[in-house]
């Protein structure tokens, strides 16, 4: 564990700026992800839990909880978090110049990152996050549409399977035990489904799972920023 650094269950790091980027009209506007990496064994998550939920039912705000695993050694074993999320954290912190991973953190299109606990902060990143403007996504059926663009150059397609309820979880243990955590939009799969090089394709859709939402996502490779984001 020797690479995630800790202070307090928490580490504060100044968000990158956001560039600005012409207006999109709001018929063709794709949502802002939002990404929060976080775990039931942090006793400074609770306060960004709340702040994914009262921005999570936005129009254009498309929320995702990730439950990351390298607290489970504090005496609770997060009860969403899988190894693939660590990963993909793991995966942002150079290219937004972190020293590690932390929680809770927000992630803004793959872009810009703040500590999820502070909401003027997260307003404000919203606020000032340049809409989406990648390739055109679409659902088919049992696929997903891609578009033709030119940001291509190795971009990963992933599917992101997660549940929109608010869910309420026990903590027996921990540095959160005794307390009842509230939670939204927890991923419960991630998959990645291809590469998109800049033509129009499609890729086939795992079968759905029942009371989970999909979302797709096209994103430069090695945790670079989302090109584009949908959401049924």
């Known amino acids: 564990m020797n690479f995630f650094l800790r202070i307090g269950s928490i580490m504060l790091f100044p968000s990158l700026a956001a560039t600005a980027a012409m207006p999109v009209a709001a018929a063709d506007r794709q949502p802002t992800v939002v990404e929060l990496f976080t775990s039931q064994g942090c006793s400074s998550c609770p306060p960004a839990n709340a702040n994914l939920i009262k921005i999570s039912n936005r129009k254009y705000v498309l929320a995702l909880s990730f439950s990351v695993t390298y607290w489970d050694y504090l005496g609770w074993k997060d009860t969403y978090g899988k190894p693939e999320f660590t990963e993909r954290q793991v995966t942002y912190e150079p290219a937004l110049r972190q020293a590690g991973p932390y929680t809770p953190q927000m992630v803004f299109n793959g872009a810009t990152t703040a500590v999820g606990n502070s909401l003027p902060e997260v307003e404000s990143l919203l606020a000032e996050?340049?809409?989406?403007?990648?390739?055109?996504?679409?659902?088919?059926?049992?696929?997903?549409?891609?578009?033709?663009?030119?940001?291509?150059?190795?971009?990963?397609?992933?599917?992101?399977?997660?549940?929109?309820?608010?869910?309420?979880?026990?903590?027996?243990?921990?540095?959160?035990?005794?307390?009842?955590?509230?939670?939204?939009?927890?991923?419960?799969?991630?998959?990645?489904?291809?590469?998109?090089?800049?033509?129009?394709t499609s890729f086939p859709l795992p079968i759905p799972d029942v009371g989970l939402k999909t979302a797709v996502l096209v994103q430069k490779v090695n945790g670079g920023r989302i090109l584009s984001a949908i959401t049924d």
């Open 129 to 200: 996050t340049p809409p989406l403007n990648g390739p055109a996504l679409a659902f088919n059926k049992d696929h997903i549409e891609v578009g033709s663009g030119s940001d291509a150059g190795n971009a990963d397609v992933w599917l992101v399977r997660y549940d929109p309820r608010v869910e309420a979880v026990p903590v027996a243990r921990g540095e959160n035990g005794g307390a009842t955590l509230q939670h939204t939009h927890v991923v419960r799969r991630l998959v990645r489904l291809g590469t998109w090089d800049g033509t129009k």
